[in-house]
Every structure is written in C-alpha cells, then in structure tokens.
C-alpha cells in the first residue's frame, strides 16, 4: 500500500502541469474556514480521498507577507465539505493551499485567495466614458 501511494505521489509530481479534475473553494467567515471539494466533471460524484501522513486533507495557510502561516487539518463535515476554525487578521490577505490526493483523479496544489476580512467591501459600479479625448498632464 505504502509503494502505491509513494507512486501516485509521485505521478502528481511529474504531471503538475495537467489540469485538475477537483475543484477546491475555501471560504472563510466568522473564524471558520469552509473548503469544498468536488469532481469538475460530475459534482454529484462523492470524493473518494486517500490518506496522506496520516490525515485526509492539509491546508496551509500563509498570509501574503510571509509573517504567518497555519498547518491545519480539517474536520470531514461529510464526503465533499470540511471544516477548520482559526481566528485570521482582519488586516491581513492570505492564500490557502489545500493538499489532498483524491483516488482516480488529478488534482494539483494552487494558491486559493482567502477573504479575512468579514466587511463587505462595496466597489462603485464603472460608469461610461461619454467623452472620446483624454488631456494628460496639460
């Protein structure tokens, strides 16, 4: 068992330029992390995930300037949907990378944006440029 699963390892490895057959979101809200997984082909398929040093998923959370970082593993809420709380800086982005091997599918690591901040942040709508000529610098 531990060959076959050194040898899928391995052929994630070499095929890392493959396109993944598993959609991975994470949300974050109320101190909770929320990731779901699901088949690209067949969202109805349960995932049928592999072991990995002992856990079925590792989610690594860093902020982008470096200064923290999270180990995590999540609790199965069912096949496709776990869960993981943690208190992150409101004053902070981070990028979540979710480490699974799922059995009979590709899936390669991708930075995944994780929203902190529990604001709803309102962007003004883009308006219509009625005039065709531009005066930059005089």
């Known amino acids: 068992m531990e060959q076959h699963h050194h040898s899928q390892h391995q052929n994630r490895l070499q095929n890392h330029n493959l396109n993944n057959e598993i959609n991975v979101s994470v949300s974050y809200k109320d101190n909770l ?21 002992e856990k079925f998923m590792h989610l690594i959370i860093v902020s982008e300037d470096l200064n923290d970082s999270f180990h995590l593993h999540p609790e199965k809420v069912d096949a496709n949907h776990f869960e993981q709380e943690i208190n992150l800086s409101n004053e902070k982005k981070y990028k979540a990378f979710v480490d699974i091997i799922v ?36």
């Open 33 to 53: 992390i929320t990731i779901y997984i699901e088949n690209i082909d067949d969202i109805k398929t349960p995932i049928k995930l592999v072991k990995n040093h």
């Open 103 to 138: 059995e009979g599918k590709d899936y390669v690591i991708k930075p995944i944006a994780v929203n902190s901040s529990n604001k709803n942040e309102q962007k003004s709508p883009l308006k219509l440029d009625t005039l065709n000529k531009k005066e930059i610098q005089g």
